[in-house]
């Protein structure tokens, strides 16, 4: 993966002695001129170099899965 990497937040992970939840935007992830992308990793531990799971959101699905998340907190 290439392109810039800025960093927006990191929590705690709930339910874990040290893992951490990361969001960033990664500008041009995939090469040149590649749609920008937030990106969120779960780390377990919270010195890992890369996180043991990570997605990678384009701009235009961002609302979408806002949305998704909302109702499934609903559910929860």
Known sequence: MSGTVTKISEMTLSGTKDGKISVTTIAEPYGARSESVVSI???LQANAQEP???IHIPKANIDDVIEALKEAKKSL
Do not use: V
């Open 52 to 54: 043991d799971w990570k």
């Open 41 to 43: 990793g779960i780390s």
